[in-house]
């Protein structure tokens, strides 16, 4: 365990955490929401700190990030705990903490995971798998580490997380692939025991941050979220609160924990690819597909195929500058694009 970083002490020995925006007040020898952050006597501890259930080499893309360093070898991290409760958590035996078994999970120090990078010849960590905004205190000080020694930090996360939580992070990870799960708050409320308002703020704030690297998914789940109606208000939100160059994902959904809704068919999510492009987005993606159009990066200006994408494969084209990140076809630029 570690002592939390964000919280408050109040009277009667209650802590009041102010890591996420549920604040929760927890009293001595209670946890909050998350079931990992828990009152010992007047302070609170991360009990997570360190404890990984996964630690595994991959490439960025399986984060949802296409336009940050292509094809690039990465090394996976998560916990356990969530402050979420998704009723379609595809990660689900690791994120609600009450229903896993941490014997079998692997404790590391911040040091260990550097050295083990060095070791495997891998420059960019992925806080992933469950949501590292549980496991901050950990994340935070190993970031901090991997920075200093070369290594960049990606942090994939839903992002109900507190501004002041995110400004201290952003001194250490440089790139956010951000899940908004829908655009309607009751979606929130009813499937995930949370709320859209800081996604929406953390968003806001992350492209306010223009030495930062950000790229959106959204979980399309039939009959839940997944009507072009849904489709456009979300594309209307970004395109009025960021704009049309950040990437968008648009993910399939499969069966899991509590949902038993059929997987999405491709053809919905390749639907909202083209819904999203029509109303002017100019980098839109589709996710948990091996091969298709929709995985394919091209030049917004001319259409010329640039990047393509095959399960783990990679292919740049040969019309494709990295160096000057153009199109060599029509001389134009590769917006949001970092080789």
């Not at 090394?75 to 705990?81: D, L, N, Q």
């Not at 929130?188 to 992350?206: F, N, Q, R, S, T």
Request: with cysteine.
């Amino acid at each position: 365990m570690k002592e939390a970083y964000l919280y408050d002490t109040l009277d009667d020995g209650k802590t009041k955490c102010r890591l996420c925006y549920k604040r929760c007040i927890i009293g001595p020898g209670e946890s909050g929401f998350c079931k990992v952050r828990k009152n010992e006597g007047g302070k609170l501890y991360a009990e997570n700190y360190g404890i990984s259930t996964y630690f595994v080499r991959d490439s960025i893309e399986t984060e949802g990030v296409f336009h940050y360093r292509p094809g690039v070898a990465t090394i996976e991290m998560g916990t356990y705990g969530c402050n979420l409760h998704c009723k379609f958590c595809q990660n689900w035996k690791y994120s609600q903490a009450n229903e896993v078994d941490i014997t079998s999970f692997v404790e590391y120090s911040p040091e260990k995971v550097i050295e083990k990078c060095k070791e495997m010849n891998v420059d960019l960590i992925c806080w992933t798998f469950n949501d590292p905004i549980i496991w901050y205190e950990f994340v935070l000080d190993t970031s901090k580490l991997a920075k200093e020694a070369g290594i960049t930090s990606l942090y994939k996360s839903s992002h109900i997380i507190s501004i002041e939580a995110l400004e201290n992070l952003c001194e250490s990870v440089d790139v956010f692939s951000v899940s908004l799960k829908a655009i309607k708050e009751e979606f929130y409320k009813e499937h995930c025991a949370g709320w859209i308002e800081p996604v929406k703020d953390a968003l806001k704030y992350l492209y306010s941050r223009k030495d930062k690297h950000m790229e959106v998914s959204n979980l399309v789940i039939p009959e839940t979220n997944d009507s072009p109606e849904d489709v456009k208000e979300l594309v209307s939100w970004v395109l009025e609160n960021l704009d049309n160059t950040v990437p968008l994902h648009f993910v399939r959904y499969h069966p899991d924990y509590k949902f038993t809704i059929p997987r999405t068919p491709e053809e919905t999510v390749m639907k909202a690819r083209d819904i999203a492009k029509e109303m002017g987005m100019k980098h839109v993606y589709v996710g948990n597909v091996f091969a298709s159009e929709g995985l394919n990066t091209f030049c917004s200006n001319c259409g010329e195929m640039l990047i393509e994408r095959e399960g783990h494969r990679v292919n740049f084209s040969e019309h494709l500058n990295r160096q000057e990140c153009l199109c060599t076809k029509c001389e134009s630029s590769l917006e949001r694009m970092i080789f």
